[in-house]
């Protein structure tokens, strides 16, 4: 098994994951992520360091979801609706899935752009610097995408309900 | 600045997506299908292999194109608009038909642009409004005569002279003579000349249309008349005249005496004399309705002439510091135009880099 075939088979989890929390939809993510993994597969010519491959694999997958946002954006808006919450839990707001529920909530509402670095950066774990090579933009780009993300989040009004000393933090500015 | 702590947003965001369930065995069927051979791959992957339609880089070339283009043109069509007048050949309005005026006549006698027409009250000149004159035999004989008064620019006396010289020599005509006159009044300044053209007479109403492109015409005379009668009668007389000659030539080989051969010879000498002036007005007929004769007159307006005042101290500062400013402006001005022009070109071309890359780069992933 090639290195790439290795990575391909342990990213794919984490990828689906990755691509449902952009997309909001877990049949959307795995057609996506296929088709990423598909197309990396087919351009594994392209990958020349070894090192980049992470970036590079979320790069695929994250380009491969801005073109599902970008041409199927009324079947997405139709099912952007991130399944799987659970109504008796759903009674109960103080539990985590409730609260994860309420940041799903939040985050459907940003802009693709916006989602996307907060998914890559605090579900991924890619620093700011992979964010960049995944995206194709500048640190500079994503580090101020990821504050309006936090702002913007943090004045939605499902997270606004809660305890905001839990869910929220006064950041001193300038 | 109110943010949403990191760390609650980590925790939920894993809770979210772990709450996804994923089949390991999903992958081991992506590599499969990418590994076989493209001909046996199942229609839904060979979607995703095949090329995607490039009708998003041909509509961001084909708008680079437009935005060139529509900075391009209109600075291109400035250029011809600014260079000097093709020949006017080639430019020359269609030419009226024989014996008839060059511009047509309101009521009032005054052309549309308000160029002033005098037609002769001689039956000569023909009518405005003849478009149904008769089409003229190669026999008959037409002399045309005409005038045009021509205000070109300034400078321009020199220049109309010789364009009017190429319009004469260029079909066989000639420049039948020419007067120029330069020189300054009070106050003013002023050039005019005087170019008699002669044309053959087929090319006289075009030279007409093409002399009239020269400049502003401020007055136009043609007259155009059927000598034809005028040439046969001259011809006819001729002939009378030289049987009238061979009969005395031949009553003086017959003459015996001195008083009968004087004055036999006295009669040929007036025959002879009537047959050679007949045939010179015969040659000039034939050379009038040959060649028709067009006399342009150009001026140029009068131009003010300023005195020269020598300026001194603070005033040629003054006019000095104003001209440099002006002329810089000026240079500015005329920079500013193919500056933008390089810099739209420049964005323009840096876009369609940048596209170009990208669409690569997301053609690699």
């Given at each position: 098994?090639?290195?790439?075939?290795?990575?391909?088979?342990?990213?794919?989890?984490?990828?689906?994951?990755?691509?449902?929390?952009?997309?909001?939809?877990?049949?959307?993510?795995?057609?996506?992520?296929?088709?990423?993994?598909?197309?990396?597969?087919?351009?594994?010519?392209?990958?020349?360091?070894?090192?980049?491959?992470?970036?590079?694999?979320?790069?695929?997958?994250?380009?491969?979801?801005?073109?599902?946002?970008?041409?199927?954006?009324?079947?997405?808006?139709?099912?952007?609706?991130?399944?799987?919450?659970?109504?008796?839990?759903?009674?109960?707001?103080?539990?985590?899935?409730?609260?994860?529920?309420?940041?799903?909530?939040?985050?459907?509402?940003?802009?693709?752009?916006?989602?996307?670095?907060?998914?890559?950066?605090?579900?991924?774990?890619?620093?700011?610097?992979?964010?960049?090579?995944?995206?194709?933009?500048?640190?500079?780009?994503?580090?101020?995408?990821?504050?309006?993300?936090?702002?913007?989040?943090?004045?939605?009004?499902?997270?606004?309900?809660?305890?905001?000393?839990?869910?929220?933090?006064?950041?001193?500015?300038? | 600045?109110?943010?949403?702590?990191?760390?609650?947003?980590?925790?939920?965001?894993?809770?979210?997506?772990?709450?996804?369930?994923?089949?390991?065995?999903?992958?081991?069927?992506?590599?499969?299908?990418?590994?076989?051979?493209?001909?046996?791959?199942?229609?839904?992957?060979?979607?995703?292999?095949?090329?995607?339609?490039?009708?998003?880089?041909?509509?961001?070339?084909?708008?680079?194109?437009?935005?060139?283009?529509?900075?391009?043109?209109?600075?291109?069509?400035?250029?011809?608009?600014?260079?000097?007048?093709?020949?006017?050949?080639?430019?020359?309005?269609?030419?009226?038909?024989?014996?008839?005026?060059?511009?047509?006549?309101?009521?009032?006698?005054?052309?549309?642009?308000?160029?002033?027409?005098?037609?002769?009250?001689?039956?000569?000149?023909?009518?405005?409004?003849?478009?149904?004159?008769?089409?003229?035999?190669?026999?008959?004989?037409?002399?045309?005569?005409?005038?045009?008064?021509?205000?070109?620019?300034?400078?321009?006396?020199?220049?109309?002279?010789?364009?009017?010289?190429?319009?004469?020599?260029?079909?066989?005509?000639?420049?039948?003579?020419?007067?120029?006159?330069?020189?300054?009044?009070?106050?003013?300044?002023?050039?005019?000349?005087?170019?008699?053209?002669?044309?053959?007479?087929?090319?006289?109403?075009?030279?007409?249309?093409?002399?009239?492109?020269?400049?502003?015409?401020t007055r136009i005379i043609t007259s155009s008349s059927n000598v034809t009668g005028q040439y046969v009668n001259l011809q006819a007389r001729i002939s009378e005249l030289e049987v009238s000659l061979a009969q005395y030539e031949r009553i003086m080989a017959r003459a015996t005496t001195i008083g009968g051969i004087l004055a036999?010879?006295?009669?040929?000498?007036?025959?002879?004399?009537?047959?050679?002036?007949?045939?010179?007005?015969?040659?000039?007929?034939?050379?009038?309705?040959?060649?028709?004769?067009?006399?342009?007159?150009?001026?140029?307006?009068?131009?003010?002439?300023?005195?020269?005042?020598?300026?001194?101290?603070?005033?040629?500062?003054?006019?000095?510091?104003?001209?440099?400013?002006?002329?810089?402006?000026?240079?500015?001005?005329?920079?500013?135009?193919?500056?933008?022009?390089?810099?739209?070109?420049?964005?323009?071309?840096?876009?369609?880099?940048?596209?170009?890359?990208?669409?690569?780069?997301?053609?690699?992933?």
């Open positions: 098994m090639s290195d790439l075939e290795a990575s391909l088979a342990d990213g794919y989890r984490q990828s689906v994951r990755t691509a449902y929390l952009i997309l909001g939809n877990r049949l959307d993510a795995e057609d996506a992520v296929q088709e990423a993994f598909l197309r990396a597969w087919k351009f594994r010519d392209s990958l020349q360091k070894q090192s980049s491959l992470r970036p590079w694999l979320y790069r695929v997958v994250v380009n491969t979801c801005y073109s599902k946002l970008r041409h199927e954006t009324p079947r997405r808006e139709r099912q952007c609706e991130f399944e799987g919450l659970d109504d008796q839990v759903l009674s109960d707001p103080s539990s985590r899935v409730a609260l994860s529920h309420d940041v799903l909530d939040a985050l459907r509402d940003l802009p693709a752009d916006l989602r996307v670095v907060v998914v890559l950066r605090y579900y991924a774990d890619l620093s700011e610097r992979d964010i960049a090579l995944a995206i194709g933009r500048k640190p500079g780009t994503v580090k101020s995408r990821l504050h309006e993300a936090r702002r913007r989040l943090a004045q939605h009004r499902s997270l606004r309900t809660e305890a905001s000393g839990e869910l929220t933090r006064e950041v001193v500015t300038g | 600045m109110t943010m949403i702590d990191e760390e609650v947003l980590t925790r939920a965001l894993h809770d979210a997506a772990d709450r996804v369930d994923v089949s390991e065995d999903a992958v081991k069927h992506i590599l499969a299908e990418a590994q076989v051979d493209p001909a046996t791959r199942s229609r839904r992957v060979r979607e995703y292999f095949a090329e995607r339609p490039r009708g998003r880089t041909v509509l961001v070339a084909a708008a680079c194109l437009v935005v060139v283009g529509a900075i391009a043109l209109p600075l291109l069509r400035s250029e011809v608009v600014g260079r000097p007048r093709p020949t006017p050949a080639s430019t020359a309005a269609p030419a009226p038909p024989l014996g008839t005026v060059g511009l047509s006549v309101s009521p009032n006698g005054v052309a549309p642009n308000g160029t002033a027409i005098s037609t002769p009250a001689s039956g000569k000149s023909l009518h405005a409004t003849s478009s149904t004159a008769p089409a003229i035999a190669t026999s008959q004989k037409i002399e045309s005569t005409g005038t045009v008064n021509l205000t070109v620019h300034r400078n321009g006396v020199a220049g109309a002279i010789t364009k009017l010289t190429e319009l004469a020599t260029s079909d066989g005509g000639f420049v039948d003579s020419t007067e120029a006159r330069v020189g300054t009044q009070t106050l003013s300044s002023f050039a005019n000349a005087t170019v008699v053209l002669q044309v053959p007479q087929r090319r006289f109403t075009s030279l007409v249309g093409q002399v009239q492109l020269l400049g502003r015409a036999v010879q006295a009669q040929i000498d007036a025959l002879q004399s009537q047959i050679e002036q007949y045939q010179g007005a015969l040659k000039v007929l034939g050379n009038e309705t040959t060649f028709g004769a067009l006399t342009v007159n150009i001026a140029q307006p009068h131009l003010h002439v300023v005195p020269l005042r020598r300026r001194t101290g603070f005033d040629k500062a003054w006019h000095d510091s104003v001209s440099g400013f002006v002329a810089g402006f000026e240079w500015l001005v005329r920079l500013a135009g193919p500056t933008l022009f390089a810099v739209l070109l420049l964005a323009a071309l840096w876009l369609l880099g940048r596209y170009s890359r990208r669409a690569l780069l997301r053609r690699r992933m």
